[in-house]
């Protein structure tokens, strides 16, 4: 991707995206003028929410994508995903839409996320149909301890038995640490890695029963916690996109835009501290 005047690029910088779960009351569009105003290269979206926040209205749902299309051109900026396809509950007249925007909008990725509780049998069917749809589209496999693939082994055993698609799998470093799989990802026992997602939090974890409630509301920005986050990008080759996945909801008070900015300045601090080059600060 090109810089654009006035966002100058280090050489040797990853793509940071901003995704939309950190904001999540912005529409997709809006979501790109506050990460192209804030520093960001890219967003990741939930079209998914999209279909739903317009009632599954299929004018509409059009209208959007087409308003998110052209704020990415506009503003130059990468799609890195278009949000996750539950295997094992998919509802497929919907994803039937929602693959048809992902083709329209060319995200770098699809996200695969695992049901909880469904078998192998309805994992595998809703993969193929996927396939099927996808163009051979990259995917990215993200696990969590209240899903279907509850850590980093489960994504590389899948990855693994599906070796002629194009699957990596996507780290989120908050369900990397709350799964105990940072022992796997330190041992070398990952080959790739599409994406990384990034926040913080405290080292302890919560109960069982509330970790997607911090996966939703209550993570961090990087800095602010003490999650081994040195440790882990010493593992990662130096190219990985990183998105910033950091609902708070302590700090939903703050405007979007210092909310994005907040984020961004967090993260490069964190990223000089390791020796990446970081994009200067557009404020």
Not at 193 to 212: E, F, K, S, W, Y
Request: charged share 20%; hydrophobic share 45%.
């Amino acid at each position: 991707m090109q810089s654009t005047p006035g966002k100058p690029f280090a050489a040797d910088r990853p793509t940071v995206s901003l995704a939309s779960l950190t904001l999540p009351a912005l529409c997709p569009s809006v979501l790109v003028d506050v990460a192209a105003d804030t520093g960001f290269d890219a967003v990741g979206v939930n079209l998914l929410q999209l279909w739903r926040t317009v009632s599954a209205d299929v004018r509409w749902f059009a209208a959007e994508i087409e308003n998110l299309a052209s704020a990415l051109a506009r503003r130059q900026l990468a799609l890195t995903h278009g949000g996750h396809l539950l295997l094992g509950a998919l509802d497929r007249p919907v994803t039937e839409h929602i693959l048809a925007a992902m083709r329209q909008l060319g995200p770098r990725y699809l996200v695969l996320v695992a049901a909880p509780q469904a078998s192998k049998a309805d994992i595998e069917d809703d993969l193929a149909f996927v396939c099927a749809r996808s163009d051979d589209q990259p995917m990215l496999v993200e696990f969590a301890p209240y899903t279907g693939w509850r850590g980093l082994a489960d994504a590389v055993q899948f990855i693994d038995s599906h070796a002629s698609l194009r699957l990596e799998p996507l780290i989120d470093v908050l369900h990397l640490v709350r799964s105990n799989s940072l022992p796997l990802l330190l041992s070398g026992g990952v080959s790739a890695v599409g994406l990384i997602q990034v926040c913080d939090a405290p080292l302890h974890a919560p109960q069982r029963d509330a970790l997607q409630m911090e996966a939703r509301g209550n993570r961090l920005d990087v800095g602010e916690g003490a999650l081994p986050l040195a440790e882990i990008f010493s593992m990662l080759p130096r190219n990985v996109p990183i998105e910033v996945e950091a609902p708070c909801l302590a700090l939903r008070n703050l405007t979007p835009r210092d909310r994005a900015e907040r984020c961004f300045q967090h993260l490069a601090v964190f990223l000089k501290s390791q020796g990446y080059g970081v994009r200067e600060s557009l404020s």
